[in-house]
């Protein structure tokens, strides 16, 4: 028989000053050694004696400062796993932090029959604008009151515009630069505000679709620019009422946007009045063409947060979703924005509305005045007098302008 082996003891390293020294017995052949005090703490996040103190010992790559931990490890894990579960149930459970605002917005989003209410209550929110629009100028403006029939539409709809533009500017600063949820993510982030403005704005580009077709087919035009414009915005917006995962940071920036409305139903308006050459025209004119130029600064901050997150963006919207939103944002940045900032800077140089075939209206009449007519008088002031050409210019002008005299007053 064998003599017995007799046991090996081996020191644990030391683990800082005032650390046990105890020696430990050697693990048996075949099992694995326990993991030490130490390793155990690294693992869990937890807390691992120091003499008499207890030290935060934070995992592999953590180069945050250590702290005191008073409390036992079971604590500061079930804190970690309590921070974990409240960050998961805000991303898929959007909460409104705002208890003033907190009966308005407080909704279960993620029901179809929620959603779609919201949309219908958009719609009629902003029918009820443009009939109310329409049933003050009739009784206050006598210059709505000379307009053709399809001028008084967009009339109408340039308030109802100027009303959504200012719904979209609030709440659009308000995710740009106020509310810290979307502040910490721009892709998957979601409020219940942020819900209540999106669904009633697809509600108003809704009526925008059909106003802009029924248009089109009473009145026998088209305007391509618009048609894509709103086609484009409502099928952005309309993402959100069928994919309720989709973040809302995007399609506010697209509703901000619309902060140039306001300016442009003023600047309409006047113009249809006969004020162009008054101070308070131009000045309006100056703040729209500084807003389209803000347009063009928030395309360029949209397409950032899309090409840095491009494939979580992908992922949250879905493909089809997302080609939406690529294109609308293309066609603005590349097409629409430079296109109506050249417009809108040349109507302040010539103020005229290139709506309509240039024509305006002064006390609620035509003036007669096209864009030719107003060049051709500018001529005549610096060159001291008409000349052939110009006197010719002028009859042309003069004849066409009372063929679209007759036209409107058959169209009555």
């Avoid at 028989?1 to 650390?19: D, F, K, L, Y």
């Avoid at 391509?224 to 995962?245: D, T």
């Avoid at 000045?283 to 389209?292: E, G, R, T, Y």
Wanted: hydrophobic content about 40%; overall charge positive; glycine content about 6%.
């Amino acid at each position: 028989m064998a003599p017995a082996e007799p046991s090996r003891v081996v020191a644990e390293p030391s683990r800082g000053r005032g650390a046990s020294r105890r020696p430990q017995a050697a693990p048996e052949p075949g099992r694995a050694r326990p993991p030490s005090r130490a390793a155990l703490a690294a693992r869990s996040g937890g807390c691992e004696r120091d003499g008499k103190r207890r030290r935060l010992t934070r995992p592999k790559g953590d180069n945050s400062v250590g702290k005191k931990c008073p409390a036992p490890c079971k604590t500061l894990i079930y804190y970690k796993e309590k921070q974990n579960k409240t960050t998961t149930k805000k991303e898929m459970n959007p909460t409104n932090d705002d208890p003033a605002f907190g009966t308005i917005f407080d909704w279960d989003y993620l029901l179809w029959e929620v959603r779609l209410t919201f949309l219908a209550a958009g719609f009629l929110i902003y029918l009820g604008v443009f009939l109310l629009s329409h049933s003050l100028s009739s009784w206050i403006s006598t210059t709505y009151r000379a307009l053709h029939a399809k001028e008084k539409v967009f009339w109408n709809m340039a308030v109802t515009r100027a009303v959504f533009g200012l719904q979209s500017c609030v709440s659009g600063l308000w995710a740009l630069l106020i509310d810290p949820v979307f502040h910490a993510d721009k892709v998957y982030s979601q409020q219940k505000w942020s819900w209540f403005n999106c669904l009633i704005a697809a509600g108003f580009f809704l009526l925008e679709n059909v106003a802009v077709h029924v248009s089109n087919i009473v009145f026998r035009t088209f305007d391509v620019f618009l048609v894509v414009h709103h086609l484009l915005a409502f099928g952005g917006l309309a993402g959100l009422v069928i994919n309720v995962e989709s973040g809302h940071y995007l399609p506010l920036m697209g509703m901000l946007l619309e902060m140039s409305t306001p300016s442009t139903c003023i600047s309409w308006m006047l113009l249809k009045a006969g004020r162009a050459n008054t101070f308070f025209w131009k000045a309006n004119q100056w703040v729209m063409i500084h807003l389209f130029h803000c347009r063009m600064i928030l395309t360029y901050h949209m397409w950032w947060v899309l090409i840095f997150n491009w494939s979580s963006v992908i992922e949250n919207l879905g493909l089809l979703h997302f080609i939406v939103l690529f294109s609308g944002l293309f066609a603005v940045t590349l097409i629409l924005n430079p296109y109506w900032t050249y417009k809108k800077t040349q109507q302040l140089l010539s103020p005229v509305d290139w709506n309509f075939e240039s024509k305006t209206t002064e006390n609620g009449k035509l003036n007669g005045h096209t864009d030719t007519e107003n060049h051709v008088k500018e001529f005549i002031k610096i060159n001291g007098g008409p000349n052939e050409f110009v006197e010719k210019t002028m009859v042309k002008e003069r004849k066409s302008m009372r063929k679209e005299q007759q036209r409107g007053m058959a169209v009555d």
